[in-house]
């Protein structure tokens, strides 16, 4: 997982989807689970 400052690049990648837990924006992706991303 990146942490990242700016979450632009992740979202716009096929399959993203952004969700906010426990504060914390996070990036997953599930036409590629490997790619996940966190801020904040």
């Known amino acids: 997982m990146k942490v990242r400052n700016s979450l632009g690049s992740m979202k716009k ?3 993203s989807q952004v969700v906010r837990r426990r504060g914390r924006t996070f990036v997953i992706n599930h036409a590629n689970p490997r790619f996940k991303a966190r801020q904040g």
Do not use: L
């Open 13 to 15: 990648m096929q399959g």
